[in-house]
């Protein structure tokens, strides 16, 4: 069930499980217990839409490398989180990620990818995705439909792309029809409190922008607010020590990575051009993928680099109408998206024709594939993992935002392997388009400088990811391989911020994987927990039906 805290009578809500953040983690867990004899509530700070007063408390400031849009426009505050304003790219972290890697300190997780493997299997589902196969060789490409690689360098690799994957749309109902689940809406975390050894969090409490005040008491919780947000919430909650909760070694907030995107050059293409075709957005059966460049677990370890990937876009990948017609509508939905509502207007009614084919594929339920012309030239797009390093982090601001609490500060760094990575991507790139006779590499101006400064059009996921760190020891990182918060007996937390490491990666499809372990964690310790007492769910208060 919804309800709205604006519209709650009760200063004290109960449960056994509460869930701060209704992303894609903390719909995962809730939806794992749906149904079941726990008592769960899902805090969320927004509404159902975007609403600029809420998201004005994810501003902040920004220090050391320049973030390319204000804090505010890169993290969503209603139901349904990020994934209500991305393109469902999804990819698993590969084996290498997971290891300790010695040329990169602090690498390394507590888990292995045979660990995750089966919870990835579950996290395709939620996503209505048909096949979790990432290796081209077995989806059902063409023969020769993709390049020939001779060089053990690089490798292909796939994007995968399920249905359209807003949790908001999809899960919406399953949560509404559950009583046993509380999603409240409105609900500001403002701190957790603990008892007096500081092991226990025995409240949550929460407020609307309108001044209403309640808490939630529960058995355990879980913090899934996102890798800004979360570290945020355990500094500003006050602590025996003083230092914030799970702080205890200065962790909380370090180790903030990023995956830098960026151009690395183009190519400018000679003879036959229609393999670039099979670079973009493939339907293949009920599959809609999208291949890539890597760099190959050999050369990384040889050459000590992170690991990267590099995408094939033509220049004019998003100069079509239906396209121009798609952030016209984002642009009036999304008070913060910023573009070229003109020039997009203009575009949108030049070619009619492939207006017609996208609304066409959009009423079929298909993913949109624009027809192109074979181009002249590519652009190679990379997406570089972030070593990951204690310098890069987050901190409280001296500003405070509208409840009265204080604005996170970002001091965004790199550490340098990052550009030699990209430095030796391009090149091979560079060298494997020279031996095929398929066009000249021109590579960034950037690459070949011996500068350390990061060019213009440097950007991000934007991801948000190792703010609070997962290790089984507790000088190294914020919470165990369960998640748990180091020094706590009954606080999880759930998201990207407990990455060790990045891989290249997008990170949801691994979120939403370690939140189905965690919630099987969970269920297994709230089973046990002899104090739980099952009544029914108190619904006073106003309920909000899904439509």
Not at 172 to 184: G, H, K, Q, T
Not at 209 to 228: E, M, P, Q, Y
Not at 513 to 520: D, G, I, S
Request: aromatic letters at 8%; charged letters at 25%.
């Amino acid at each position: 069930m919804f309800q709205d805290l604006q519209q709650l009578d009760q200063t004290t809500i109960e449960a056994d499980l509460c869930i701060i953040g209704s992303g894609p983690a903390g719909i995962s867990i809730a939806l794992a217990f749906a149904g079941k004899p726990i008592r769960v509530c899902l805090l969320e700070s927004g509404g159902f839409d975007l609403e600029k007063r809420t998201q004005s408390l994810c501003k902040g400031e920004v220090a050391g490398l320049p973030y390319w849009r204000p804090l505010e426009e890169v993290r969503y505050r209603y139901f349904g989180g990020s994934t209500s304003n991305w393109g469902a790219w999804l990819a698993p972290l590969n084996e290498i990620d997971f290891h300790a890697r010695e040329w990169i300190p602090s690498s390394g997780w507590p888990l292995s990818f045979a660990d995750l493997e089966p919870y990835y299997a579950r996290a395709h589902l939620l996503f209505r995705a048909t096949d979790s196969t990432y290796d081209p060789d077995n989806v059902g490409f063409e023969p020769d439909a993709l390049l020939k690689i001779s060089n053990e360098g690089l490798v292909h690799r796939l994007w995968n792309f399920g249905a359209p994957a807003r949790f908001a749309g999809l899960y919406r109902r399953p949560l509404a029809c559950a009583d046993n689940v509380r999603v409240i809406l409105h609900a500001n975390v403002t701190e957790l409190q603990t008892d007096a050894a500081g092991q226990i969090i025995t409240c949550v409490n929460v407020a609307t922008l309108d001044g209403k005040r309640s808490n939630v008491r529960a058995t355990l919780f879980v913090l899934a607010a996102g890798g800004l947000e979360v570290p945020r919430i355990l500094l500003l909650s006050h602590t025996p020590d003083g230092v914030g909760i799970g702080n205890r070694h200065d962790l909380v907030g370090r180790f903030f990575m990023e995956h830098p995107h960026v151009n690395i050059g183009k190519v400018v293409l000679t003879g036959d051009r229609r393999w670039v075709k099979n670079y973009q957005l493939r339907r293949i059966g009920r599959r809609v993928v999208r291949p890539h460049l890597c760099l190959s677990e050999q050369k990384q370890r040889e050459l000590q680099l992170v690991n990267c990937s590099c995408s094939l876009d033509p220049p004019c990948e998003e100069n079509t109408s239906y396209a121009a017609l798609r952030r016209l509508k984002k642009a009036i939905m999304d008070p913060f998206e910023n573009g070229n509502i003109l020039r997009d207007l203009a575009l949108a009614v030049a070619n009619p024709l492939d207006v017609a084919y996208g609304l066409y594929s959009k009423v079929v339920g298909s993913r949109y594939i624009p027809r192109r012309r074979a181009p002249r030239e590519i652009l190679l797009r990379a997406r570089v993992e972030q070593t990951p390093i204690p310098e890069s982090r987050l901190t409280l601001s001296e500003k405070r935002d509208e409840l009265g609490l204080n604005l996170i500060r970002l001091d965004w760094r790199m550490a340098g392997i990052e550009r030699d990575t990209m430095r030796v991507m391009g090149q091979l790139i560079a060298d494997e388009f020279e031996t095929l006779g398929l066009g000249e590499v021109h590579l960034a101006t950037w690459l070949r400088s011996n500068e350390p400064e990061w060019p213009d059009d440097l950007w991000g996921g934007p991801h948000h990811m190792g703010t609070t760190r997962m290790n089984d020891d507790p000088t190294r990182g914020v919470v165990d391989r369960n998640s748990r918060v180091h020094g706590l007996k009954n606080l999880f937390i759930a998201g990207s911020s407990v990455f060790p490491t990045a891989g290249y990666a997008n990170p949801t499809l691994t979120i939403v994987a370690l939140a189905v372990r965690l919630a099987n964690h969970l269920e297994v310790l709230l089973t046990h927990t002899s104090s739980l007492s099952h009544v029914p769910v108190d619904t006073a208060g106003t309920r909000i039906r899904a439509s």
